[in-house]
């Protein structure tokens, strides 16, 4: 299959994605509830959800690296037997230590399945396709992001917290191994081959050092922890403000259904806007909406701020995957994306624990605060950002030519 053929492949991986990213959706504020019962303070809750980020944190170049060499498939159905296992095995938890622990393995899973579906993304589409494939991609994130907080809100209703909370988890890992049935032959062997077929490893000090990759790297890194932070301190504002768990389900639905609308208009907002001010835009009124988060409005203002802040923090995830591809050196795409992972899961550990500490603090709202100035500078990278990313924008607006050292370069 050459890149920027057939696209059943793009679709399949969609549901599988969101199978996946449902399952931990709905895990991640059981999670928390579940952490609440067995009586976990602010402080527990971001020490368990900076976990989730710490065994991906040192495990994301490796398997970069390994894909960039290899095959992106195999990681697909290890991704989802781990995040299915760690949500069931935190549900029959009974302390916060082995929460913590499930919780990692989890992320681990969560790791492997990403890192996976991105490279085979960017392996199976031409350059001139990346920002649509991307955008539709994440669309799959972004489904299992809606339909999770409902269910896990809804299982979560009823007055025994410690029961209904493991039942949703159970029920997570349960959901997130349907993702398997999307899974086979989701890879083409063509691309896998020309891959096995690449030269030396680029160093890791080359790859950060191109302009656009750490840039895409920041970027990533505030937009996910933005979205971390909501869905694991959420449920702590409502316990505060008295909103109901079924309620806080709601509103992280609609974030995501936002996130969804934006990803779907995507490339008509690229046209108009140019990637590095689309980004900027978005990022500037994430960092707003996010400190609004700490002023006690009511439950419909609340909603309506979500909602606009998941159509911006939409933007930030398929973008920043395109810019650190295109930017990557040849042969080390992969890595760089595994990179970008990276410093989402440095944000996912540093972002709750420091969210742990300032709530424990300041209070529970006190975090979104933090979550604006993240964004803030992340707008102003966004700004300084290439329009046109070194590794492959050149060659994304050239024709292909069979035969020609654009045509090889695309078969990657």
């Given at each position: 299959m050459r890149?920027?053929?057939?696209?059943?492949?793009?679709?399949?991986?969609?549901i599988a994605f969101s199978f996946a990213q449902g399952a931990v959706s709905m895990a991640r504020p059981a999670v928390s509830y579940r952490a609440l019962a067995l009586g976990a303070d602010e402080r527990a809750i971001g020490v368990i959800a900076g976990v989730y980020a710490l065994l991906p944190l040192f495990a994301a170049v490796p398997l970069g690296r390994r894909t960039d060499h290899g095959r992106c498939a195999p990681l697909l159905p290890v991704g989802v037997v781990l995040i299915s296992g760690g949500c069931a095995l935190s549900g029959i938890a009974d302390s916060l230590w082995a929460m913590a622990i499930w919780s990692g393995v989890m992320g681990l899973g969560h790791l492997c399945f990403v890192i996976?579906?991105?490279?085979?993304?960017?392996?199976?589409?031409?350059?001139?396709?990346?920002?649509?494939?991307?955008?539709?991609?994440?669309?799959?994130?972004?489904?299992?992001?809606?339909?999770?907080?409902?269910?896990?809100?809804?299982?979560?209703?009823?007055?025994?917290?410690?029961?209904?909370?493991?039942?949703?988890?159970?029920?997570?890992?349960?959901?997130?191994?349907?993702?398997?049935?999307?899974?086979?032959?989701?890879?083409?062997?063509?691309?896998?081959?020309?891959?096995?077929?690449?030269?030396?490893?680029?160093?890791?000090?080359?790859?950060?050092?191109?302009?656009g990759v750490p840039a895409g790297i920041l970027i990533s890194m505030a937009v996910l922890s933005a979205t971390d932070i909501l869905t694991a301190y959420l449920p702590v504002v409502g316990e505060h403000r008295g909103i109901a768990p079924s309620v806080i389900g709601v509103l992280l639905s609609l974030r995501a259904a936002a996130t969804i609308a934006c990803r779907l208009v995507l490339t008509p907002l690229l046209r108009l806007l140019g990637r590095a001010l689309l980004l900027t835009v978005t990022c500037l009124l994430a960092a707003l909406l996010c400190a609004g988060i700490a002023v006690p409005v009511p439950v419909w203002g609340l909603a309506l701020m979500l909602t606009v802040l998941g159509f911006c923090l939409g933007v930030g995830q398929p973008l920043s995957m395109t810019t650190v591809v295109q930017a990557a050196p040849d042969g080390a795409r992969s890595t760089a994306l595994a990179l970008r992972l990276t410093g989402n899961r440095l944000g996912q550990v540093a972002a709750p624990a420091t969210a742990g500490l300032v709530a424990g603090v300041s209070g529970v709202a006190a975090?979104?605060?933090?979550?604006?100035?993240?964004?803030?500078?992340?707008?102003?990278?966004?700004?300084?950002?290439?329009a046109k990313p070194a590794g492959g924008a050149e060659?994304?607006?050239?024709?292909?030519?069979?035969?020609?050292?654009?045509?090889?370069?695309?078969?990657?």
């Open positions: 890149p920027g053929g057939n696209r059943g492949w793009l679709l399949r991986l969609v996976g579906a991105q490279s085979l993304v960017a392996r199976q589409s031409a350059p001139h396709e990346q920002d649509r494939n991307f955008g539709h991609f994440t669309i799959g994130a972004s489904l299992g992001q809606l339909v999770g907080p409902i269910a896990a809100g809804a299982l979560i209703g009823s007055p025994d917290m410690a029961g209904s909370s493991a039942l949703a988890l159970l029920v997570a890992g349960a959901g997130g191994a349907v993702a398997l049935t999307s899974l086979w032959r989701i890879e083409s062997r063509t691309t896998a081959k020309s891959r096995k077929e690449q030269g030396e490893r680029v160093p890791v000090q080359r790859i950060l050092r191109t302009r975090p979104f605060v933090m979550l604006g100035v993240l964004l803030l500078l992340s707008a102003g990278v966004a700004l300084r950002s290439p060659a994304a607006a050239e024709p292909r030519r069979p035969g020609s050292a654009v045509g090889r370069k695309r078969a990657i």
